[in-house]
């Protein structure tokens, strides 16, 4: 794992100016590779890449990048890890290359030499993202992997291209003077994260996942998808496996066992996330049942709190029989975290199980640089508890014509304010789902924190559902599940783990992601993967082989942290000020009358919890982040090494 950025100039004639920009953008992502940094050049070009490094396979400096081709045509900056170059370079050994290094890097730009960038993506397997420019043809290609693991930022402003890992690259650039989207805030508003193709900013934007973008002076940008998620979903519903459970439960033990084992290949120390789910608890038993010494594990807890499932990861660590770490968070811990998210998240961001997932990334990296994760399960195994209550609602509501149901709806909307804070909540929820007059109508609902974010933005959001997109998937659950592999699983759960693991150095792999364990999903009937309510059918059949099943068969919790708690206890200081009507008013971006409201109802024992943290999590951004005049431009004289065209 590493930072990449670059700027492709070809009118910019000095290269004095070219090295410091590229170095200033490339210096605003130190803390994602620790071990080393460089630019690359091609003045004549116009071209910089820009690379920090974190030495997970051969950590010698021959493994440094950026790195040309053999041939010296193609140069490469990448981040990510392909865990197929064992048998990528043997084949391209075979046919005649030779290598200096035992680095995935060299594969991958040795195989881009000898097949082409397009072939050779579509035989990766891995987390990828990557810069590559072909100075025969004066051409730029930015390439971005399966799911959207790592991130991939880019711009183009008249002839001038830059890229980065990460927004505070491009917004380092001395020329970047980005200005709030408010389209992509009224998303953010409504859903707590910005999904792809925006970012919060105007003009920039995220390559989205599966994706090959090449960029050519005088023309159009090119997108070619190498994977569509949606594609290779229909395809395994046209090819089914007609398995029994057990034998599905036996063919996906062999499939995990392999991937995992091939994902812990590393350099450096290695361990796993454990929550204690069903998830993170298969794959740290495939990584024991692959280790012949104990692997470590970490996990967090919250001190009275019912989202503390650290005793489950400690009685699932206790059976698999790994070298278990866990921290209890304390009042000191969330003071000391919350200012260091907006560097953390670059953007606007509000899953509030961002602050355990930097915690346990941070007592993760005390002793290894590498991570297994249980990210992914949810969506292609049905795990989410909103897939069953979603399809029960929409069974219950089908029989009724939609004036009942709204007449309904104002009823149940009237008696929720007369229930305790969590019972009011839910109800109000059922009301608004009640209203709605179309199955993926009642799904966006589930989903969203505000609902109609946009009016909240003052400067004339779009008023388009950002989660309203065709599907060609059909049933309730499957289609579900993929607008959530399309949307919140790479714009909220991946970018939640990549910016938590990467602030503090730490590669996170992701082996539910691999490419074959979603087809193998997809290929089992619908009711194999949920049945009667209860999600991840093969999955918990998978993990009773290795941990009594009484160690993971209780009600589902996820990764939170108990945020509401916190806004009226140990946040409710630093929330206050920032939510305050006159400092909003002042601002002149949102409404400040519905967020003063949330907090008073919040304070009075509604729960309000998720509207709150995404309006905080935009003003603490806002604070930090000053979009009219980027920070970084102090950085353009930082001295790194320069490797020559």
């Known amino acids: 794992m590493c930072g990449i950025a670059g700027i492709w100039d070809p009118d910019l004639g000095w290269v004095a100016e070219l090295r410091a920009r590229a170095a200033a953008m490339t210096t605003a992502l130190a803390h994602r590779g620790p071990d080393g940094e460089a630019v690359w050049l091609d003045p004549a070009a116009g071209i910089a890449l820009g690379h920090r490094r974190l030495a997970i396979i051969d950590v010698s400096p021959e493994a440094s990048q950026p790195m040309r081709s053999a041939d010296g045509r193609l140069t ?30 060299e594969v991958l730009v040795e195989a881009c030499a000898a097949w082409g960038v397009a072939a050779a993506v579509r035989r990766l397997i891995g987390i990828f993202a990557f810069a590559l420019w072909d100075a025969s043809e004066r051409r730029l290609t930015l390439v971005r992997d399966h799911f959207g693991v790592k991130p991939l930022y880019w711009s183009r402003r008249g002839s001038q291209v830059l890229f980065g890992s ?21 998303d953010y508003l409504t859903l707590g994260y910005v999904p792809a193709p ?4 105007r003009g920039i934007s995220k390559l989205p996942p599966g994706t090959i973008l090449t960029l050519s002076r005088g023309e159009t940008p090119r997108f070619d998808r190498y994977w569509d998620a949606e594609a290779e979903a229909l395809a395994g519903m046209a090819d089914p496996m007609r398995l029994d459970d057990a034998a599905a439960a036996e063919a996906l033990d062999y499939l995990l066992r392999d991937v995992v084992r091939a994902q812990m290949v590393s350099d ?14 298969t794959v740290t038993a495939c990584m024991q049942a692959a280790s ?6 970490f996990t967090i807890g919250f001190e009275h709190s019912e989202l503390d499932e650290s005793r489950h990861a400690r009685a699932v660590a206790g059976a698999l029989g790994t070298a278990h770490t866990e921290l209890v968070v304390e009042r000191r811990h969330v003071l000391d975290l919350v200012p260091s998210l907006p560097d953390a998240y670059d953007e606007p961001f509000a899953d509030g199980s961002q602050l355990p997932t930097m915690l346990v990334s941070a007592l993760a990296r005390r002793d290894v640089t590498v991570v297994l994760s249980g990210d992914g399960g949810d969506e292609l195994f049905g795990g989410y508890l909103r897939y069953s209550w979603g399809d029960r609602i929409r069974r219950m509501l089908a029989p009724l014509p939609l004036p009942l149901r709204c007449a309904a709806a104002s009823a149940v909307r009237a008696g929720s304010a007369l229930l305790p804070a969590r019972p009011g909540a839910l109800a109000a929820k059922a009301a608004e789902i009640m209203a709605l007059d179309s199955p993926d109508r009642i799904y966006r609902r589930l989903l969203e924190q505000w609902p109609h974010g946009w009016d909240l933005v003052r400067q004339g959001a779009d008023p388009r559902h950002p989660l309203d997109r065709p599907l060609r998937i059909a049933g309730f ?55 009667h309510g209860r999600g991840k059918l093969p999955l918990r059949r998978v993990l009773e082989r290795y941990v009594p099943r009484a160690l993971f068969e209780r009600p589902k919790q996820g990764f939170g942290a108990p945020i509401g708690a916190w806004l009226r206890g ?32 919040h304070q009075a024992g509604r729960d309000r919890q998720y509207r709150l943290w995404t309006v905080l ?7 930090r982040w000053d979009y009219s005049q980027p920070r970084a431009a102090a950085m353009a004289n930082h001295e790194m090494p320069l490797v020559p065209a």
């Open 617 to 623: 999590m935009f003003e603490a951004w806002r604070d």
């Open 76 to 105: 490469l900056t990448y981040n990510g890890e392909i865990y197929n170059f064992a048998e990528l370079r043997a084949e391209l050994t075979a046919a005649g290359r030779r290598f200096r290094t035992s680095s995935d890097t």
């Open 570 to 601: 140990p946040l409710r200081e630093w929330a206050g000020d920032l939510l305050s009507p006159a400092r909003i008013e002042a601002a002149g971006i949102l409404d400040p009358v519905p967020i003063a409201a949330a907090w008073q109802e």
């Open 198 to 201: 925006r970012t919060i900013y």
């Open 268 to 281: 450096v120390p290695i361990g796993a996330l454990l929550s204690g789910g069903i998830d993170s608890s």
């Open 477 to 531: 659950i499957p289609r579900m599940q993929m607008l959530d592999t399309l949307t919140y699983l790479p714009d909220d759960i991946l970018t939640k783990v990549d910016r938590a693991s990467m602030h503090y150095g730490l590669e996170a792999r992701v082996p539910l992601l691999d490419p074959r364990v979603f087809r193998f999903a997809w290929r089992l009937a619908p009711k194999q993967r949920v049945r």
């Open 292 to 297: 012949p010494r104990p692997i470590r594990s």
């Open 166 to 186: 990460e927004l505070k690259a491009l917004r380092a650039d001395a020329g970047c003077r980005p200005e709030i989207d408010p389209a992509a805030l009224g």
